[in-house]
């Protein structure tokens, strides 16, 4: 298959959204393995602003120089298709790549397999590592066409939510390893570089050996869970079905809790994780410790900035760029002020202190325990880690060693390929140069632990994180893209080519 980009291959799309006009070339559905599984999900759109064939500029990028939005769609860990500017398939909201275009950069929106996906033969295609591989495919056929496609293959930008944040995250810590070689070239990608230049994190769901661990960590001794259930849209409709779900775990469950509470110190500790002035990032045995009262501090930042912004009377980015409704599966989509949220102690304007086990509380529990590698073997996760032959399996050795269910484990390679805690710290793995995780304060779908322990081990190992969980999000992504673009504008200038 000839995998060099042909840019005669292209329609023009002048499209109005939100009383905006966006005219732009789309070069779509463009293989980027020559050996597919599914050849109608690994392939490639790349959309360009019209006006860089017309010789102009937009905020300062050409055609040549314009950073590239590798955009992901996955939530879920289901497959995430290919996605034009304009409606999100996932939301039917106004998308990112959308208001991207019309900020001037390049958007490569891949379709990346995920859970569910089968082969003619019945088999499994879309378990890890099948996605991390697809989006490194992606990116070897960009930067193997370097100078033929449009924008600039040493700006590539990664984004995602949620499983897509994940992914973001480990795309951007696993650039050019060696132990996702051999995948790579059974599927036919190119032979190039897959590293990135910067990867943008919404509320990644990684780290997933652990997460059980950190969840409880952050909720355990609250026993009953809310959480929307999400199903497909009704017909005639076209959003998903939400319904509430609440109810309290079970005797085994909040045992199972406890447990995997105390795990979690152990493993904190054992990452030797500092802040940004040095200090030892530690747990003692019962959960307390400076990562909880790092942790704490964040919050209260963005309680602060919060605070800020109301006084200021600025409208919230989130409702400028119009997107906070588009949250995922949440129970709670406002929060009050930080000045009336039980948690916090304001006083004149300022947050003075927190109380973090009420501000857990006022979060309120998601899931029931185990979070992610469930007894029950029904989870997204267990679904991930599944074989070609086997729908659900194990991934972790507390879950393995309670099962009563006669499942298996999942292979241990397959669960390291998936965590970018293994490669951090390791210099085979090219790392992106910089790094930025939102993570909402009042997101519950994995502990704010996972972007917290993210987030020290990029800095510690020398790379640029920029962390916050901001004011009264949810599981979310994309609300604050003014300030993600300002991110990316200020990484591409100070790093000129
Ligand atoms: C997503 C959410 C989850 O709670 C989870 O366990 C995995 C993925 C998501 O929204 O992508």
């Known amino acids: 298959m000839n995998m060099t980009f042909d840019d005669s291959r292209y329609q023009v799309i002048d499209l109005m959204q939100e ?9 779509e559905h463009i293989p980027y393995v020559e050996a597919p599984e599914d050849a109608a999900q690994q392939r490639l759109s790349i959309f360009v602003p019209e006006e860089y064939y017309q010789g102009k500029s937009i905020g300062g990028y050409s055609l040549a120089t314009a950073p590239i939005l590798l955009q992901n769609s996955v939530g879920g860990y289901m497959p995430g298709p290919e996605e034009r500017p304009g409606r999100d398939f996932f939301m039917q909201e106004t998308n990112t790549a959308f208001y991207a275009l019309l900020h001037g950069y390049v958007v490569v929106s891949p379709g990346v397999r995920g859970r569910g996906m089968k082969n003619a033969a019945g088999q499994n295609i879309g378990v890890a590592p099948a ?22 293959t040493d700006r590539i930008i990664s984004n995602g939510t949620s499983a897509g944040g994940a992914l973001s995250s480990l795309l951007g810590a696993t650039g050019n390893h060696p132990d996702y070689l051999p995948a790579l070239r059974r599927m036919g990608a190119a032979e190039a570089d897959d590293s990135i230049f910067a990867a943008s994190c919404y509320c990644p769901i990684t780290n997933l050996d652990h997460a059980d661990m950190a969840y409880e960590w952050e909720f355990a001794g609250l026993d009953d869970y809310h959480r ?7 017909p005639g409709e076209d959003r998903p079905r939400m319904t509430p779900v609440d109810a309290e775990m079970s005797e085994e469950q909040k045992e199972l809790s406890g447990e995997l509470k105390k795990l979690f110190p152990a493993y904190l500790n054992s990452l030797g994780l500092r802040d940004e002035k040095g200090l030892p990032m530690r747990l003692d045995a019962d959960g307390k410790g400076t990562f909880r009262e790092h942790t704490a501090t964040l919050i209260m930042a963005s309680a602060q900035k919060e605070l800020d912004r109301l ?17 995922r599966h949440s129970a709670r989509n406002t929060a009050p002020s930080p000045a009336e949220c039980p948690a916090l102690t304001v006083s004149n304007g300022r947050v003075t202190g927190i109380d973090f086990d009420a501000f857990v509380r006022f979060r309120t529990r998601m899931k029931e325990t185990p979070a992610f590698d469930s007894m029950s073997l029904h989870t997204a996760e267990n679904e991930l880690f599944g074989s070609a032959d086997i729908r659900f399996r194990h991934f972790t050795d507390f879950s ?16 390291r390929l998936m965590n970018p805690m293994n490669y951090i710290g390791d210099p085979d793995a090219v790392k992106a140069a910089h790094f930025r995780i939102r993570h909402g304060a009042v997101d519950r779908d994995t502990s704010l632990a996972v972007s917290e322990m993210l987030a020290l081990s990029l800095t510690g190992a020398g790379f640029d994180c920029d962390i916050a969980h901001p004011w009264g999000i949810p599981h979310a992504g994309d609300y604050d893209l003014d300030e993600m673009f300002a991110w990316i504008d200020r990484i591409c200038a100070s790093s000129q080519n």
Not at 315 to 326: F, I, L, Q, V, W
Request: with cysteine; hydrophobic share 35%.
């Open 19 to 27: 009383s905006r006009r966006c005219v732009y070339r789309a070069f």
């Open 131 to 152: 996605a991390i591989l697809d989006l490194k495919a992606a990116v070897r056929y960009l930067k193997s066409n370097k100078g033929k496609v449009p924008g600039d």
């Open 228 to 234: 929307m259930q999400m199903d497909p849209p009704a």
């Open 400 to 415: 393995m060693g309670h099962d009563k269910t006669g499942a298996g484990a999942a292979d241990a390679a397959q669960v």
């Open 311 to 327: 006084a200021s009377g600025k409208p919230g980015e989130r409702t400028a760029a119009g997107k906070y409704e588009g949250v």
